[in-house]
């Protein structure tokens, strides 16, 4: 989503139907966009995704709290 969206989607009330409409259609948009791209933009930003994860729960043991 880019940030002309962003702001839209901010000056709508939530309490506007328009609002969760225009959220959907955003998220199809973002999922197209992600559909077109190649395969190797694909699993670029996969793998990113899972580094992102693993490092939340793979931290440093000497860090954790000691009981």
Known sequence: ????????????SRDDRRRSEFMIQGMKETLQGRKEESIFKRWIRRKKT???ISQRFNQDP?????Y
Request: hydrophobic share 25%.
């Open 1 to 12: 989503m880019d940030d002309k969206f962003i702001k839209e989607l901010r000056e709508i």
């Open 50 to 52: 899972e580094k992102k």
């Open 62 to 66: 000497s860090s954790d709290q000691k």
